[in-house]
Nanobody, 126 residues
Framework: QVQLVESGGGLVQAGGSLRLSCAAS????????MGWFRQAPGKEREFVAA????????YYPDSVKGRFTISRDKAENTVYLQMNSLKPEDTAVYYC???????????????????WGQGTQVTVSS
């Protein structure tokens, strides 16, 4: 059974940085898309970043492009989200997700992902 466990969230001042980790287990992730989403209170879940497990292709929305970097360590079965220049509007619960099929057409859609972690809180103070 696939398990995704996030860590690394916390409280940071605006302009600061955090690195989130997602430890993945339960199977090999060849051909998978690994994604990060976030959800603020009262808002819909929002796509933040995705990476293809095999070749490392990455994809970001404009809201985080240039500030966030997704990466993966195949040996450690871990996906990372490096977040720099954080803003108060980045405050949310951040979720790691896995989609068994890499498809650029569905990367941003939460319902395309098969597995989810429990989430980690990120709070950015102004």
């Amino acid at each position: 059974q696939v398990q995704l466990v996030e860590s690394g969230g916390g409280l940071v001042q605006a302009g600061g940085s955090l690195r989130l980790s997602c430890a993945a287990s339960g199977r090999t992730f060849s051909n998978y898309a690994m994604g990060w989403f976030r959800q603020a209170p009262g808002k819909e879940r929002e796509f933040v970043a995705a990476i293809s497990w095999n070749v490392g292709i990455t994809y970001y929305p404009d809201s985080v492009k240039g500030r966030f970097t997704i990466s993966r360590d195949k040996a450690e079965n871990t996906v990372y989200l490096q977040m720099n220049s954080l803003k108060p509007e980045d405050t949310a619960v951040y979720y790691c997700a896995a989609d068994s099929r890499w498809s650029k057409a569905t990367l941003m859609a939460p319902n395309a992902y098969d597995y989810w972690g429990q989430g980690t809180q990120v709070t950015v103070s102004s």
